[in-house]
């Protein structure tokens, strides 16, 4: 056992993995306002998980990253959370102390960088922590061991009124299913990414993760995870070379996309609630509060101070926005790097037939136009996984790399 501990980046990267979704999950259970030292329960279990990693860590035998690509991806995932991180304290904006296990472990990944095969199955252990999580809650509900999350019965019969709700009724499922993150936008993520890398994947093992991420993208019916799901299935379908894909002319896949494009298009016109006040009041009331500081932004804090609308949203419901009502021109400069390295990195691997990584991207960057989930400093299982799926689209480049220069050696 000690052995496997030593050749493989598996067992650190799961326990971390674990904690942002047990930590998170806690508080589901756990639905008293506790505090310790001024944090919530939540992060102690955060922490804790990850010390059993470091543990584990220094038990792993990794090398070095030398990828000059998997360098990048470490290099601006750790620009952007010391950008983001020193402009928040400037602004002396309130933050929980998972904010410092983000630079450690970009720094573990690049001390003793793990092989792309090992990042491949700590994913998936991600998306099976994370459909196991949805499970879980669901089936408490539905068996009456737990009250779901409160919602206002008028939001209920708003969404009764407004939009597709092929799930309601069933036991543990009134309306939009909340989940345990708090809201329904947030399960659904969860059921995006869980989908998507079950599908690209797609082997007798994750065809679970197909299942369950499927049922519960149904029971939240959030539309910017449908499509964030559906574009995601659209980039897997475009560039896999997998069993009978990639036999399919390319020009047959654009049409496939295409017709999932404008089905999803009409869906969407098709239900009342629009944009849900996002372009009438939420966008424009942070656009407003782009000129009161244009360079650092004004912070959370200031978003809290400017009260209105934008203090009631908290957030600008569009990642791009956000970042730059937030963090300034600088701050948006900087995730722009971010997000050029990590999209090409994975298109590239995508371009070649590794469509995981690309697939996990679209998820989060389709669904962060509407709605904003992770600051990019807390060790957040959003942030994690972005980040998690780049470096695996790196080291798998460099992997294939290697392999085409060991097969034409003469």
Request: no cysteine; aromatic share 12%; hydrophobic share 55%.
């Amino acid at each position: 056992m000690l052995a496997y501990f030593r050749i493989s980046a598996v067992p650190f990267l799961a326990i971390a993995f674990a904690g942002v979704v047990v930590g998170p999950f806690s508080t589901y259970l756990i639905r008293e306002n506790l505090r310790l030292r001024g944090q919530p329960p939540y992060i102690f279990l955060v922490l804790a998980f990850f010390a059993v990693a470091v543990a584990l860590w220094f038990v792993y035998r990794g090398r070095p990253v030398t990828s000059r690509t998997a360098q990048w991806v470490l290099a601006t995932a750790g620009l952007l959370w010391v950008i983001n991180a020193a402009i928040a304290f400037i602004h002396g904006d309130p933050f929980n102390h998972t904010v410092w296990l983000v630079p450690i472990f970009l720094l573990m990944l690049t001390i003793k960088g793990p092989s792309w095969t090992d990042l491949r199955t700590a994913v998936i252990m991600l998306a099976y922590l994370l459909a196991a999580m949805l499970t879980t809650a669901y089936l408490a509900e539905a068996f009456g061991l737990m009250d779901p999350l409160y919602l206002p019965e008028r939001i209920t019969e708003f969404q009764r009124d407004q939009y597709w709700l092929p799930l309601d009724g069933l036991p543990g499922i009134d309306g939009r299913w909340t989940g345990p993150l708090g809201h329904n936008t947030r399960a659904g993520l969860v059921a995006a990414f869980i989908f998507v890398i079950g599908v690209a994947r797609w082997a007798p093992s994750t065809i679970p993760l197909v299942a369950i991420g499927g049922f519960f993208l149904l029971a939240t019916s959030v539309r910017a995870s449908y499509l964030s799901a559906l574009a995601g299935l659209g980039i897997v379908i475009l560039f896999s070379r997998r069993s009978f894909l990639g036999r399919i002319p390319v020009l047959v896949k654009w049409l496939v996309i295409v017709g999932i494009t404008v089905m999803a298009g009409i869906g969407f016109a098709l239900t009342g609630a629009g944009l849900t006040g996002r372009d009438t009041s939420i966008w424009p009331a942070f656009v407003e509060l782009i000129p009161t500081s244009p360079w650092v932004g004004i912070g959370a804090s200031g978003i809290r101070e400017a009260g209105g609308t934008a203090a009631i949203s908290e957030d600008a419901h569009n990642i791009f926005l956000d970042q730059l009502v937030r963090y300034g021109a600088v701050g948006l400069l900087v995730l722009l790097v971010f997000g050029a390295v990590i999209t090409i990195t994975t298109f590239r691997a995508a371009n070649r037939g590794f469509t995981m990584p690309a697939g996990i991207l679209t998820v989060y960057v389709i669904a962060s136009q509407t709605d904003i989930q992770n600051d990019w400093l807390s060790f957040s299982y959003q942030s994690i996984i972005v980040i998690a799926g780049a470096l695996l689209a790196a080291q798998w480049l460099d992997s294939e790399a290697r392999l085409k220069e060991t097969v034409n050696k003469p």
